[in-house]
Nanobody, 116 residues
Framework: QVKLVESGGGLVQPGGSLRLSCAAS????????MGWYRQNPGKQRELVAD???????NYADSVLGRFTIARDNAKNTLYLQMNSLKPEDTAVYFC??????????WGQGTQVTVSS
C-alpha cells in the first residue's frame, strides 16, 4: 500500500507564495509519474502539473510561469512551488502517484486559500 501525505497549504495573500510537499511511503514500485491536482466544491478535479520519472514536466495553462513542480527521488517527495498566487488558485490540492503496475494513488489533500 502506498501512502501520500501532503503538507504546506494555508492562507496567503494575492501575489504571495506557498510550497506544497507530498511525501510518498509504503510499497512503492517503479514510479511512472507524480502530479498535483486541485479541486473546488462542485467542480471536477483538474491537473495542475505533473512530472514523469524521466523529469519531463507538464503544466496547466493557468499556472504556467507561476508554479514549478519538482521531485526528490531519494526522498520520494514531490514539491509544488507556487508563486504569484491568485484568488482563483484557491482549492484543495491533491498529490497523485502512478506506478508501473498501472495503479494510481491519492493523498488526502491540503487546502490553499488565496485571499486578502
Amino acid at each position: 500500500q502506498v501512502k501520500l501525505v501532503e503538507s504546506g497549504g494555508g492562507l496567503v495573500q494575492p501575489g504571495g507564495s506557498l510550497r506544497l510537499s507530498c511525501a510518498a511511503s509504503g510499497s512503492i514500485f517503479s514510479i511512472v509519474a507524480m502530479g498535483w491536482y486541485r479541486q473546488n466544491p462542485g467542480k471536477q478535479r483538474e491537473l495542475v502539473a505533473d512530472i514523469t520519472s524521466g523529469g519531463s514536466t507538464n503544466y496547466a495553462d493557468s499556472v504556467l510561469g507561476r508554479f514549478t513542480i519538482a521531485r526528490d527521488n531519494a526522498k520520494n517527495t514531490l514539491y509544488l512551488q507556487m508563486n504569484s498566487l491568485k484568488p482563483e488558485d484557491t482549492a484543495v490540492y491533491f498529490c497523485n502517484l502512478g506506478d508501473i503496475s498501472g495503479s494510481y494513488y491519492w493523498g488526502q489533500g491540503t487546502q490553499v486559500t488565496v485571499s486578502s
